[in-house]
């Protein structure tokens, strides 16, 4: 009975984080929907809504934190344990850096774009791929995906060197469109660290399954 219970508060701690995955997956599509429109509207809506998320980090927190010190578990239980509060973790800041898109699509409002809104939204569909796939990973423990979001990484980082060297390039040919260049490479960074804590999870998935330790930015 004692060991039935504790499994049932496993699966509500698993659903929570999927849950929470869904609103940091939703919050991304949003944040990059708005910038492609250059809908505030929506973008205000993607901040109003970060406090499901990190409310969710919290009560996952403090319920797996209980648990640990509940239950004293052993070997791949605290290993799940462990790898929640890990993937808790990205989870919220990749709510934050949608956030942060969000607020940089307010700044610039509905000012003509000075380039084509083409690459970044290139960076991005890579981007929402890798948290899609990354969430269906931690779903199946499939290990085989968590790598493959990993190695996709180096994608978003290649268009991020490039998209950020043409905006820089474009400061100096639009000196009055400055503050919007940089709202631009703003965007790119966030997209760029939603990346990085995407391969955060998929080290998390890995030492989930295997119980050891991987750098899979090495």
């Not at 060197?161 to 703003?186: R, S, Y």
Request: charged share 25%.
């Amino acid at each position: 009975m004692v060991r039935e219970n504790f499994t049932e508060q496993l699966d509500h701690l698993n659903s929570q984080l999927v849950e929470m995955g869904q609103l940091a997956q939703k919050a991304i599509n949003q944040s990059i929907l708005a910038l492609q429109n250059q809908d505030v509207d929506q973008a205000q809506k993607v901040i109003d809504d970060d406090d499901k998320i990190n409310h969710l980090e919290e009560t996952i927190n403090e319920e797996t934190i209980w648990l640990i010190a509940k239950e004293q578990p052993l070997a791949s239980d605290l290993r799940r344990l462990v790898s929640t509060l890990k993937i808790t973790t990205d989870l919220e800041r990749i709510g934050d850096l949608a956030v942060n898109i969000a607020k940089s699509v307010i700044r610039i409002g509905d000012e003509p774009l000075v380039k084509p809104l083409e690459d970044i939204p290139q960076m991005a569909t890579i981007t929402q791929e890798m948290v899609e796939d990354v969430l269906n990973a931690y779903a199946s423990e499939d290990l085989v995906q968590a790598q493959k979001v990993a190695d996709t990484d180096d994608q978003v980082d290649e268009l991020y060197g490039q998209i950020v060297q043409e905006l820089m390039e474009m400061m100096a040919k639009h000196p009055d469109q400055i503050a919007q260049i940089t709202q631009l490479a703003f965007i790119c960074r966030f997209l760029e660290r939603v990346a990085d804590h995407t391969t955060n999870i998929s080290e998390g998935i890995i030492y989930l399954v295997k119980g050891k330790v991987y750098d899979l930015n090495e």
